[in-house]
C-alpha cells in the first residue's frame, strides 16, 4: 500500500456514502413527448440541466435506471444505449455532478426481469451496494417505473409528460400507495 491509501479510502468511503436519486433516462432527464428514433439528437427535457446542478449541489449522485423510450419509432440496440450512457455521463459530469452508475434493458419482452416494471435491474443495483431504494426516490415518467419502484419499496417520483398522462389516481387505488407528481425534474429537485 503506497502512502495515500488511506487518502484514498477516505475519498472512496464519502462518496459511497452520497445521497443518491435514481432516475430513468427518457421522459427525466431527456424530453420523450415525440418519438424517439436511434441517432437522432436527444433534447434535454425542460429544467433538467438546472436540476442536475441543484441535485450536485445538495449533495446527491444521479443512479440511472432506464429501458426504452415510451415514445419511439423503433427500439434501442446495446451500442445506441451505450453511446446514449456516454454522452449522457459527459454531459453530467460537465455541470458538476457525478452518475453512481447506470443500468439499462433494452428488451421490450415483459417476462425479462429487467424489464420495466419487474425489478430486476432496481434488484442489481441494490445487490451491487450502488443504493438502499427503501432509503430514496426513483423518478421516472410512466407506470412501468412507478410500479418497478414500489416492488423495491423506494419512494416513486412522476414526471408528467406534457403528451402522455399516466392515471395514477387509478394506480394509486388499486396499489394503496401516494405517487408524487411533478411537471419536471426541476420541480421536484426544488422540494428535497
Given at each position: 500500500m503506497g502512502r495515500y491509501a488511506n487518502y484514498m479510502k477516505d475519498i472512496w468511503d464519502m462518496q459511497a456514502n452520497r445521497k443518491v436519486v435514481g432516475v430513468s433516462l427518457f421522459g427525466v432527464i431527456f424530453d420523450n413527448s415525440k418519438p424517439f428514433t436511434p441517432g437522432d439528437q436527444l433534447q434535454i427535457a425542460d429544467g433538467a440541466e438546472a436540476a442536475i446542478?441543484?441535485?450536485?449541489?445538495?449533495?446527491?449522485?444521479?443512479?440511472?435506471?432506464?429501458?426504452?423510450?415510451?415514445?419511439?419509432?423503433?427500439?434501442l440496440e446495446v451500442?445506441?444505449?451505450?453511446?446514449?450512457?456516454?454522452?449522457?455521463?459527459?454531459?453530467?459530469?460537465?455541470?458538476?455532478?457525478?452518475?453512481?452508475?447506470?443500468?439499462?434493458?433494452p428488451g421490450i419482452d415483459k417476462n425479462d426481469p429487467y424489464v420495466k416494471p419487474n425489478a430486476g435491474m432496481f434488484e442489481r443495483a441494490q445487490n451491487e451496494k450502488m443504493v438502499k431504494w427503501s432509503e430514496t426516490v426513483f423518478v421516472g415518467a410512466d407506470a412501468t417505473d412507478v410500479k418497478a419502484a414500489t416492488k423495491v419499496k423506494a419512494t416513486p417520483v412522476?414526471?408528467?409528460?406534457?403528451?402522455?398522462?399516466v392515471k395514477t389516481k387509478a394506480f394509486e387505488l388499486t396499489h394503496q400507495i401516494k405517487v408524487q407528481e411533478f411537471s419536471s425534474l426541476l420541480d421536484f429537485v426544488n422540494t428535497i
Open positions: 446542478k441543484l441535485l450536485a449541489q445538495k449533495g446527491y449522485d444521479l443512479l440511472i435506471i432506464s429501458g426504452q423510450p415510451t415514445s419511439r419509432t423503433r427500439n451500442q445506441d444505449f451505450e453511446n446514449i450512457l456516454a454522452a449522457t455521463r459527459e454531459g453530467i459530469e460537465r455541470l458538476g455532478a457525478r452518475i453512481k452508475n447506470a443500468y439499462y434493458a412522476l414526471i408528467k409528460s406534457k403528451n402522455n398522462e
